[in-house]
């Protein structure tokens, strides 16, 4: 069974930073690129950051509203990934869920972690 | 970027009648559409790949169609775990994928 475990979420100031992980157990991790989506309260999703296999090079890419601020990573060793989170501003409230992609260039989302609940606020 | 735009935004309906749920993209896509369940508290959950691919465990009551800018899922006949909000989604224009605003199946 394909589990993916999220943690780092919490209460932050605005302009402070936050590391967001996701541990992924049930499938070989290193096989599959990863995607970090967002979820504001009461709203729809929202594309974040992904990152390709060691395969590709890890190469990355963002949305907009987070280039320059927010950078995504991978340990294949632990079958986790990363979403580091600077200069965080209100408006990056919301739960975030890590996601795999269900095969390669494939950009549809068949796994799901469980959410981590980002709140900025002063 | 393209815009999905889904409707309608609230669809009620009764166990065992058919659900109908469209999506419009702002441009040509191709089959490049996804569609998604999410319950309350709950991930969303992958129902269809490529405009009209079955996921993995999806029942067959689900099933997606269409091309170009007008897509359609169809649930043939509601089951009370169905009642839940619906996301269309494009990989087209990758990067960025794009959502649709939802539309929620409620209990008529």
């Known amino acids: 069974e394909v589990q993916m475990v999220e943690s780092g979420g919490g209460l932050v100031q605005p302009g402070r930073s936050l590391r967001l992980s996701c541990t992924v157990s049930?499938?070989?991790?290193?096989?599959?690129?990863m995607t970090w989506l967002r979820q504001a309260p009461g709203r729809g999703l929202e594309w974040v950051a992904f990152?390709?296999?060691?395969?590709?090079?890890?190469?990355?890419e963002y949305a907009a509203s987070v280039k320059g601020r927010f950078t995504i990573s991978r340990d294949d060793s632990k079958s986790t990934v990363y979403l580091q989170m600077n200069s965080l501003k209100t408006e990056d409230t919301a739960m975030y869920y890590c996601?795999?992609?269900?095969?390669?260039?494939?950009?549809?989302?068949?796994?799901w972690g469980q959410g981590s609940l980002v709140t900025v606020s002063s | 970027e393209i815009v999905l735009t889904q409707s309608p935004a609230t669809l009620s309906l009764s166990p065992g009648e058919r659900a109908t749920l469209s999506c419009r993209a702002s441009?040509?896509?191709?089959?490049?559409l996804g569609w998604y369940q999410q319950k309350p508290g709950q991930a969303p959950r992958l129902l269809i790949y490529?405009?009209?691919n079955r996921a993995t465990g999806i029942p067959a009551r689900f099933s997606g169609s269409g091309s170009g800018t007008a897509f359609t899922l169809t649930i043939s006949g509601l089951e009370p775990e169905d009642f839940a909000v619906y996301y269309c989604?494009?990989?087209?224009?990758?990067?960025?994928?794009?959502f649709g605003g939802g539309t929620k199946v409620e209990i008529k």
């Open positions: 996601t795999r992609d269900r095969g390669p260039s494939s950009y549809f989302f068949d796994y």
């Open positions: 049930g499938l070989t991790f290193g096989d599959y690129a």
């Open positions: 990152i390709r296999t060691k395969r590709y090079g890890e190469t990355t």
């Open positions: 441009q040509s896509i191709g089959s490049y």
């Open positions: 490529d405009a009209s």
């Open positions: 989604q494009q990989r087209s224009s990758w990067p960025p994928v794009t």
